[in-house]
């Protein structure tokens, strides 16, 4: 690959005439700046990203990984990282990692090259089963600060943006227990390897087993598994349950239509509900109560929270924890 030194050389100019001139700097006359563009053309010249990186301190861009673009909810997130990253006069690079350890790994070296400033990401799942964190902190170590959203890797000193999960599913448990006196309350989930499953999870247990008269009910679901079997098989297996609260949407869609297509009246019989958006509870009849997230919101954040540490040079400051309440949006799924 040419560099900057040799076309000074070939032209016959220093190499600060080369890099004005190819930046149109109004010191270089008109003949020179042609003579170097078309050399620089002819040759494929691209600047050095990592030297004008570091001459120029910050790129101004963002580097975001998602683990699933397909991801309703993420796919909002990143929305709202882009429009709040784009009203501060900041860019992104996207990256996918498909739920893959190794495609996070190449994310993250690929962008640390002096492409960005600095990354805003949620760990993928194969991460968050191995435990592996080590490609974080070397990233970190660099001087490319990181914040990290939904799913996130609590060992990892950095900036983090989270919904209350624990207390989402605590509350709702108890609401259901409390008002409207449900006795069979079931936790149905797909996303147990996960944080955020396992937080809901736990709050979900604490809620129950601080009830005299309940035990927990719930159930896993594993990505080989056939959802709909497994949920419909459960429903049978226990035909006393009057209420179930779902870690994701699809375990809640499931849920509610199972429970329609069995001939139980929802929600007088049973009440469903669970972690989706508004656009998700439109896949069932009646609308699927949810506990709602604020994915744009926490896209904004995650935007301000990284921006604000690169633009303040606050790299060593304490990391921080913003915590974004979720909302429970009621539909006819619930009685109260």
């Known amino acids: ?109 690929l962008l640390a090259n002096g492409s960005v400033d600095g990354f805003i990401l949620s760990v993928a799942e194969e991460t968050q089963i191995k435990n592996e964190i080590d490609h974080f902190k070397k990233t970190i170590s660099q001087g490319l600060p ?72 719930v159930l896993k679901i594993k990505k080989k598994d056939d959802h709909q079997k497994k949920i419909k098989a459960f429903f049978k297996k226990n035909k006393k349950l009057d209420a179930v609260i779902a870690a994701d949407s699809s375990s809640g869609i499931i849920s509610i239509n199972t429970a329609v297509n069995l001939g139980l009246k929802v929600p007088k019989d049973i009440s469903v509900l669970g972690f989706a958006s508004k656009a998700d509870s439109n896949h069932s009849l009646p609308r699927l109560t949810t506990i709602r997230q604020h994915a744009k919101v926490i896209g904004a954040n995650a935007a301000q929270m990284l921006i604000d540490r690169l633009q303040k040079m606050h790299l060593n400051e304490d990391v921080k924890t913003k915590i974004v309440k979720t909302s429970l949006v009621k539909t006819k799924s619930m009685l109260k």
């Open 146 to 217: 990181i914040v990290m959203f939904d799913r996130v890797a609590h060992d990892v000193l950095c900036d983090k943006v989270i919904v209350d999960d624990f207390d989402a599913t605590y509350n709702t448990t108890k609401k259901l227990l409390d008002e409207e006196g449900r006795k069979n309350i079931a936790f149905i989930s797909n996303i147990g390897e996960l944080s955020v499953g396992k937080l809901r999870e736990r709050g979900y247990n604490k809620a129950i087993l601080e009830h005299n008269n309940q035990e927990p009910l």
């Open 1 to 109: 690959m040419v560099t900057l030194k040799q076309l000074a050389k070939e032209l016959n100019v220093s190499i600060s005439t080369v890099s004005k001139a190819l930046n149109n700097s109004e010191e270089i006359g008109e003949e020179t700046v042609k003579r170097v563009k078309e050399l620089a053309e002819l040759y494929n010249y691209t600047p050095n990203k990592v030297a004008l990186s570091l001459k120029q301190s910050k790129t101004k861009t963002i580097g975001v990984i998602i683990p699933n673009i397909l991801n309703h909810f993420l796919a909002k997130v990143l929305f709202g990282i882009e429009r709040e990253a784009t009203n501060l006069g900041y860019n992104i690079i996207t990256c996918i990692s498909n739920e893959s350890l190794e495609k996070e790994k190449e994310s993250l070296l």
